[in-house]
């Protein structure tokens, strides 16, 4: 019996989409009876995928064909698969080594997004962060790291934008804008950026790149009691830059 809670339409209409991927070109009529679907629902699927722009319909012949649009629909996916393919194992086997939870954030607008962390494996995670949440670009370790490591045009404009509407704390912390670029220009030195967070809790962070420019970054979050920022560095700097290494090698392996 099929499941109520189904859109029964939504998954005929993959299904076409998915038999048409398979022989472009096709006729509503091969369509339906490779779909297992009655002709006339089968056309009005193909109306519709017609009206969206995902098909093109030849009225000679009646053949339908996939046209580009429809590869917007795997795009997010193509992007997204080094998160998974690539970042995920090498982070893991970075905290079966360091212990200490490591996230990797990605830019989104003037924020930083969590896409994976090893907080469900370490036992010295206090908080779980979710995937999805949100980090500033400046209050945190992996923030100016990106910043530092970023193209830099985009490096000039984030900085405007986030000195023009970013909150108080912001102007506080660094006084004036040429404070935070000398910050980032330390960053960018070093090669890595220490935050002293809330919850008695710092980071340290270094970039991820691909074609020499950051396009995530890549931390390591510590109890501030526990060690002081050299330390830290001493400690946990060539791990997580060798980490940050193999993300590097992959992306630029998939990019080849």
Request: net charge positive.
């Amino acid at each position: 019996m099929p499941d109520r809670h189904v859109a029964q339409t939504f998954a005929r209409g993959l299904s076409v989409l998915r038999h048409l991927n398979e022989h472009n070109g096709s006729t509503a009529r091969h369509l339906a009876q490779r779909a297992g679907l009655n002709e006339v629902v089968t056309r009005r699927l193909l109306d519709t995928l017609l009206s969206q722009g995902f098909v093109q319909k030849n009225p000679q012949t009646g053949q339908y064909w996939l046209q580009p649009q429809i590869s917007a629909l795997s795009s997010g996916f193509r992007e997204d698969r080094w998160i998974t393919e690539i970042a995920e194992p090498a982070m893991k086997r970075l905290g079966r080594q360091v212990v200490w939870p490591a996230s990797l954030v990605t830019p989104s607008g003037l924020t930083l997004t969590v896409r994976t962390n090893t907080d469900e494996y370490s036992p010295l995670t206090i908080r779980k962060t979710p995937i999805g949440t949100f980090y500033p670009l400046v209050n945190s370790a992996s923030g100016p790291t990106y910043l530092a490591f970023c193209d830099p045009e985009e490096r000039a404009t984030l900085v405007d934008l986030l000195w023009s509407i970013e909150r108080p704390s912001l102007k506080s912390r660094y006084q004036t804008k040429a404070a935070l670029s000398a910050h980032l220009a330390t960053v960018r030195r070093q090669g890595y950026c220490f935050f002293d967070g809330p919850e008695r809790l710092s980071a340290i962070a270094v970039p991820v790149s691909r074609d020499g420019r950051a396009v995530a970054a890549l931390s390591l979050r510590y109890f501030t009691a526990a060690m002081s920022h050299r330390e830290a560095a001493l400690r946990y700097l060539d791990p997580l830059t060798a980490c940050a290494a193999h993300i590097e090698d992959g992306l630029n392996r998939a990019a080849a």
